[in-house]
């Protein structure tokens, strides 16, 4: 076998166990850059993932989503971040609800309950238990750290690990679907993160903070 | 010939900790840009301290003067479990893993009743720090051995390399990402590193380790010293041992021992220097925050052990 | 040719229109582009209804149930624009106050939503229900408020999530279509769906997991309880003609999704489960939106919440299924779109001539503003449900059915809530239509722009409320054929 199969190989069968090790990280970090990182990372496996997909079920199309996976989520996006963070002159902390210690063992309950929800499914479609895991776990957890932290950016990074988690499902169970749709979804993705950006800034310029849990004047 | 090979692992984790000590603390000089001390300069501060002169404080009793002694002894019996060119070791058929930690305890608990009988406020300071870092990383400790215990079906750390040593490399497996990851953050946290730790601070306040020996001097403080240096390096091995333990020799030829050390001190210097990194680029973690810290690495333990269930690799 | 009409004309206004530095020149070009696209989709539709369903490409396709929601983008967006002629003068606070940025970020608005109604792939539904958040979250936000910022986060951020829930049942519906053994190209296809759906082997399991998903993530943009927590926020903060588009349209462009998969989810298993889930949704708003009702505050929360009430009763239409429960639905989309632009306006009124919004601070409403007294009172008495109106004819369809299909408990809910409704709107609006008037100019008239799309609305109600037109009714029934 050659070199590039048996690395697919491998891609293939472990990049579910660095996905669990990110989410287990996303969920103690402590900075806004280490969030944003770890997003990055987590999006370099996942297009590992993707072009690993691709060559070995032989579509053309997954080199152009792995390539726009890539392009996006891994330099874009976190780059965007990055220089939001510094133009918006926010504290670097990560406001939380809850401690590094409880947001592990929650992170930890949810890989186990995206494991039991997997398995219970299993049956249904034939794919690989633990990558349909790792992506259970990757929405669970954007949909913790939207509900978790108080930081308006931070509810975004959320955001964009759930849609990791959705990306990796539809990956593992259909091999993704047709291009134009995924491109379509990438455009949504990228316009809304500019959405969100512009109010982030519209936030601190009315409010003074970027603090969510205190957006409650409507109420009723 | 096992038997000799046995003896020679031991006596390589026993007089090479030194070394090991050198070797990071040149790394992270290196790292920081400095020249740093020579590799082989801890031999030499050990030679020194055995010259010098053994001050007692008054007040102490037969625990101070006997603490350095039982620490040395438990460490060089926990040097003694831990595999290095070969999946066997003198101790290694006596007890299990539980046993080896405890060994650990045993030596961290004449410790800290040294530190207090020497009747200064900061062994007594550094002593409670050291109980309650020990106390929680012996959750996360034995839980990750305990994870790769029920994989590999043994409880002896001999049988664990076995079996670690029978599988494929590439099937990576959650237990072992997770209780790597456990593991090291414990090993951070029982050799007094950052960030739990620093070692080369002489701000007392932020003592733990330090704290615990400043009334030491003489042999007593070169036994202390030495036997920390073997805590480092035999961890560092056992690391090795039960997650990388590839190369190790099946026969007792003298080629297959020479290359099995060989890649050992490859992983060594690779791990030391990962140590040195995480040293140099990591803040010391306020004391409160240590908790935390260790507190993760409990939750990562107990995840690797639920994983044994759900992931039949 | 004539399907890609109103999306250009939408587009290409939209870009235009910011250019146009003018304020005055701007209205005026944008009422003209607004002609273009009402009078572009009366094209398409009456194509549709003589020709028969019109695809373009893979994309894009027009049949009998988008032509019916079109005709309520159209009629609803013509109100709107000829309204916001005459309020955006009158408002003029906030980042994008002027004209230009307003109605070239409205009619990308309308782009999407028309795009949602024409979108044969579901996949391309999807891109244009969350592109329907993204072109109105800067128009909820319009007026930089803190109230307004607030509600732009909350709307841009439940929603979004909600869509992506909606994306995971679109990905298990193309997995279980390309699992039956579809051509993976055509899996996303709804007529492909529709047709193959019956005769392989659907795993029912995969079937109702996207339905779960789908209802939920479509259903926080049509604001089921309790996925509607932006709702109020997002109605009450936004400017007048936004709040009106929204609940007037937007809502049942979700809804319409929403209808698309309850057809194949029925095609496929039987329609019980999506049925139930329809009923439990659109009971769950009814109750929650009605109680919520009677302790409001603030004008145009009160009707948002009314249009919560309101999609929960389409909802509990299209659950409880047969002929009369779908013509019910389908009519009520409209009726209700229609009085409840209506009710938006006067609202609008009311806050310019008052300055608040909060009810308990407006009295006398009936003498110092007779007119918008007026509208008010018309759209209450429309919104309750009450004769001569149009939305008692839909909801006296859906009872119809309730009752012909024996579901009492239904039935009895539907009563009660809007008995509970009429009374909180009786409380309110006699609140602020009687007593001694203050704070407010004496008899202050309606501007031309307000008072003909008020009357237009009002003749709609009352026209409708008599008998419905024969060709609208044909509209609705071509639009419940398809979803057989």
């Known amino acids: 076998m050659g070199l590039v199969e048996i690395a697919t190989g491998k891609v293939l069968s472990s990049f579910s166990v660095f996905l669990f090790l990110t989410v287990l990280l996303l969920v103690v970090a402590r900075r806004i850059s280490t969030s944003v990182l770890l997003f990055s990372v987590q999006s370099a496996i996942i297009a590992a993932g993707v072009f690993a997909t691709g060559f070995q079920e032989r579509l053309a199309e997954a080199y152009v989503v792995g390539a726009l996976v890539l392009l996006i989520k891994v330099i874009v996006i976190p780059r965007a971040f990055f220089s939001l963070v510094e133009r918006l002159k926010t504290s670097r902390d990560v406001k939380a609800w809850t401690t590094p210690t409880q947001s592990v063992f929650i992170a930890a309950a949810m890989i186990y309950l995206s494991y039991a929800a997997v398995h219970s499914y299993g049956q249904a479609v034939n794919v690989p238990e633990d990558s349909l895991a790792a992506a259970v776990a990757l929405i669970l957890t954007g949909a913790f750290l939207m509900v978790s932290r108080k930081k308006a950016l931070m509810q975004m990074l959320g955001l964009l690990v759930l849609e990791n988690g959705i990306f990796l499902a539809a990956l593992t169970t259909t091999f993704g679907m047709p291009l134009v749709i995924e491109i379509g979804i990438f455009f949504d993705i990228l316009i809304g993160l500019l959405l969100m950006g512009i109010f982030t800034f519209r936030i601190r310029e009315t409010f003074d903070h970027l603090d969510v849990s205190k957006l409650r004047r409507l109420r009723g | ?313 | ?484």
């Open chain 2, 1 to 313: 010939m096992k038997m000799a090979i046995n003896v020679l692992q031991a006596l390589i984790l026993i007089l090479g900790a030194p070394l090991a000590r050198g070797v990071i603390g040149k790394l992270k000089a290196w790292i920081q840009r400095r020249q740093g001390a020579s590799i082989w300069r801890p031999y030499a501060d050990l030679a020194k301290l055995f010259r010098k002169e053994d001050l007692v404080p008054p007040s102490a009793s037969w625990v101070f003067r006997c603490a350095p002694i039982v620490l040395l002894g438990a460490t060089i019996a926990v040097a003694a479990f831990v595999p290095v060119v070969q999946p066997s070791a003198l101790l290694a058929s006596w007890g299990d893993f539980f046993l080896l930690v405890y060994l650990l305890a045993l030596g961290r608990f004449f410790l800290s009743l040294g530190a207090l009988d020497g009747g200064s406020a900061f062994g007594g300071m550094g002593a409670s720090r050291e109980a309650l870092v020990s106390t929680l990383a012996e959750a996360p400790f034995l839980l990750g051995l305990v994870a790769v215990s029920i994989l590999a079906a043994h409880a002896d750390i001999a049988g664990m390399v076995t079996w670690t040593l029978h599988q494929n490399f590439f099937n990576v497996s959650a237990v072992h990402i997770l209780a790597f990851t456990s593991l090291a953050m414990v090993v951070l946290a029982e050799t007094g590193r950052m960030p739990v730790d620093n070692p080369t601070t002489h701000l007392e306040l932020t003592m733990i380790h330090e704290g615990m020996v400043l009334e030491y001097s003489g042999p007593s403080l070169a036994l202390i010293e030495w036997a920390s240096a073997i805590k480092l390096h035999a961890l560092l091995a056992l690391l090795i041992a039960l997650f990388g333990p590839w190369g190790m020799a099946s026969s007792g030829s003298v080629e297959a021992i020479g290359l099995a050390l060989l890649l050992y001190c490859t992983k060594a210097a690779v791990l030391m220097l990962l140590l040195a990194v995480i040293e140099s680029g990591v803040a010391k973690l306020r004391m409160y925050l240590v908790p935390d810290f260790l507190g993760v690495a409990s939750a990562v333990s107990a995840l690797a052990v639920i994983f044994t269930m759900l992931v039949k690799r």
């Open chain 3, 1 to 484: 040719m004539i399907l890609l009409l109103p999306l250009l004309i939408a587009l290409l206004g939209a870009f235009l229109l910011l250019g146009f530095q003018n304020p005055r020149v701007a209205t005026r070009f944008a009422l003209c582009v607004g002609g273009l696209e009402i009078a572009s989709l009366a094209a398409l539709v009456w194509r549709v209804h003589v020709d028969g369903a019109l695809q373009v490409g893979r994309y894009l396709r027009a049949d009998g149930l988008s032509s019916f929601f079109l005709v309520n983008i159209a009629f609803i967006s013509g109100l709107v624009l000829v309204y916001a002629s005459g309020y955006l003068p009158l408002a003029g606070k906030g980042r994008f106050s002027s004209p230009r940025w307003f109605y070239a970020l409205v009619f990308l608005f309308l782009f999407t939503m028309v795009s949602v109604c024409l979108s044969a792939n579901l996949g391309l539904l999807w891109i244009m229900m969350e592109g329907t958040t993204l072109a109105s979250a800067l128009l909820v936000g319009f007026y930089n408020t803190e109230g307004a910022v607030e509600a732009g986060w909350k709307y841009l951020m439940v929603c979004t999530v909600g869509i992506a829930f909606a994306l995971f049942g679109t990905i298990v519906l193309y997995l279980a279509a390309v699992k039956a053994g579809m051509n993976p190209a055509a899996a996303l296809d709804w007529v492909a769906l529709m047709d193959a759906v019956p005769r392989m082997g659907f795993d029912p399991h995969l079937v109702k997991l996207a339905f779960v998903f789908v209802i939920v993530g479509y259903g926080t943009k049509i604001g089921f309880v309790p996925m509607h927590s932006w709702l109020p926020d997002a109605h009450a903060e936004a400017p007048t003609p936004i709040s009106a588009l929204l609940s007037a349209v937007l809502l049942n462009c979700a809804m319409y999704a929403v209808m698309r998969y309850d057809a194949i989810v029925s095609h496929a298993t039987g329609p019980a489960f999506s049925h139930t889930l329809l009923l439990i949704f659109g009971g769950m708003s009814m109750v929650v939106a009605g109680l919520l009702i009677l302790v409001q505050r603030n004008l145009k929360r009160l009707l948002a919440y009314s249009s919560v009430e309101h999609m929960g009763i389409i909802a509990i239409g299209l659950g409880l299924g047969g002929p009369l429960g779908l013509f019910g639905a389908m009519l009520h989309t409209f009726n209700h779109s229609v009085a409840k632009s209506l009710l938006f306006f006067s609202a609008g009124n009311v806050r310019h001539n008052f300055g608040t919004l909060r009810m308990e601070s407006i009295t006398g409403m009936s003498r110092s503003l007779p007119q918008t007294s007026a509208a008010l009172v018309v759209g209450g008495l429309a919104i309750v449900g009450l004769p001569p109106f149009s939305l008692f004819i839909s909801e006296f369809a859906i009872l119809s059915e309730a009752f012909s299909q024996a579901r009492y408990f239904v039935a009895a809910l539907v009563l009660i809530v809007i008995s509970v409704v009429f009374g909180g709107f009786a409380y309110h609006f006699l609140h602020m239509l009687s007593g001694e008037p203050h704070g407010a100019p004496e008899n202050a008239k309606l501007i031309p722009s307000e008072y003909m799309v008020m009357g237009i609305a009002v003749l709609c109600l009352t026209f409708f409320g008599a008998r419905i037109p024969h060709l609208f009714g044909v509209f609705v029934q071509e639009a419940m054929v398809v979803l057989r």
